[in-house]
């Protein structure tokens, strides 16, 4: 509940919607104004926001997730959390938690609204599946990089970096895909393509496994380095 009220106060909530929703918008025009696309359909409306999503989506999330951190260290809050007997692990996982249940709403919402209006409710299902499971990430990845920086310009410069720097080892190797799942360049990014361009919006086993294996690696990675970094949080807290 602490964690909402301060979404709401610090306009995190808000930011989120807004991000989200333009994320949507962009998947509608860029067909239409790019690729001049004069009948867009359900299917082709939703692989172009898992598009976006996948593609810009660093860029996108890096300042809301970064701020809703950060902002506890420029005011000092870290020892208010200590008192409360918060550690680095339920003071994390808490903002994860309120950042994603407020992305998974919102994409909830939108899906049903546009799945209304097309009159077809046969991709909301893999679409809230994929398009949770690509946010989930940033909040993850951006998250753990804005719990060890000392500010939200330094949070949002590496995350870009780390961005970058997978788009780029995805490229160098298919081995690499762990760093960048999502990238266009991975067989999972065409398989989802199949998946929306076909009559069938079921997506297999060889599609929902690899993503949920690659969010539990990450929280798995996520709870070594905190636990072998734990100082630096009470270091950031009291000394930025």
Same mark, same amino acid.
Not at 6 to 29: A, E, H, M, R
Not at 180 to 186: G, H, I, R
Not at 201 to 230: A, E, H, R, T, W
């Given at each position: 509940?602490?964690?909402?009220?301060?979404?709401?106060?610090?306009?995190?909530?808000?930011?989120?919607?807004?991000?989200?929703?333009?994320?949507?918008?962009?998947?509608?025009?860029?067909?239409?104004?790019?690729?001049?696309?004069?009948?867009?359909?359900?299917?082709?409306?939703?692989?172009?926001?898992?598009?976006?999503?996948?593609?810009?989506?660093?860029?996108?999330?890096?300042?809301?997730?970064?701020?809703?951190?950060?902002?506890?260290?420029?005011?000092?809050?870290?020892?208010?959390?200590?008192?409360?007997?918060?550690?680095?692990?339920?003071?994390?996982?808490?903002?994860?938690?309120?950042?994603?249940?407020?992305?998974?709403?919102? *994409? !909830? #919402? +939108?899906? $049903?609204?546009?799945? /209304?209006?097309?009159?077809? =409710?046969?991709?909301?299902?893999?679409? &809230?599946?994929?398009?949770?499971?690509?946010?989930?990430?940033?909040?993850?990845?951006?998250?753990?990089?804005?719990?060890?920086?000392?500010?939200?310009?330094?949070?949002?410069?590496?995350?870009?970096?780390?961005?970058?720097?997978?788009?780029?080892?995805?490229?160098?190797?298919?081995?690499?895909?762990?760093?960048?799942?999502?990238?266009?360049?991975?067989?999972?990014?065409?398989?989802?393509?199949?998946?929306?361009?076909?009559?069938?919006?079921?997506?297999?086993?060889?599609?929902?496994?690899?993503?949920?294996?690659? *969010? !539990? #690696? +990450?929280? $798995?990675?996520?709870? /070594?380095?905190?636990?072998? =970094?734990?100082?630096?949080?009470?270091? &950031?807290?009291?000394?930025?």
């Amino acid at each position: 509940m602490l964690e909402f009220k301060k979404s709401l106060t610090n306009k995190v909530i808000y930011i989120l919607i807004t991000v989200i929703c333009f994320s949507f918008l962009l998947g509608y025009f860029l067909p239409v104004g790019i690729d001049k696309v004069k009948h867009l359909s359900q299917g082709d409306f939703f692989f172009s926001t898992y598009t976006v999503l996948t593609q810009f989506g660093f860029l996108l999330f890096a300042f809301v997730i970064s701020f809703f951190i950060n902002k506890e260290y420029g005011d000092k809050n870290i020892l208010f959390y200590r008192l409360m007997n918060k550690n680095i692990f339920s003071f994390f996982y808490e903002k994860v938690t309120i950042l994603f249940m407020e992305a998974f709403l919102t *994409i !909830f #919402i +939108l899906l $049903i609204s546009i799945s /209304l209006f097309y009159g077809d =409710f046969t991709n909301f299902f893999t679409s &809230l599946f994929l398009y949770s499971a690509v946010i989930l990430q940033y909040i993850l990845i951006i998250g753990i990089i804005a719990l060890f920086s000392k500010n939200i310009l330094i949070s949002i410069g590496i995350s870009i970096v780390y961005w970058i720097t997978s788009v780029i080892l995805v490229a160098i190797s298919k081995k690499l895909s762990f760093f960048a799942p999502f990238d266009a360049s991975n067989d999972l990014y065409r398989i989802i393509e199949k998946t929306y361009m076909s009559d069938s919006s079921i997506i297999g086993n060889g599609v929902i496994v690899p993503i949920i294996v690659y *969010i !539990f #690696i +990450l929280i $798995i990675i996520q709870v /070594l380095l905190m636990s072998i =970094f734990k100082k630096r949080w009470l270091i &950031l807290g009291i000394k930025n």
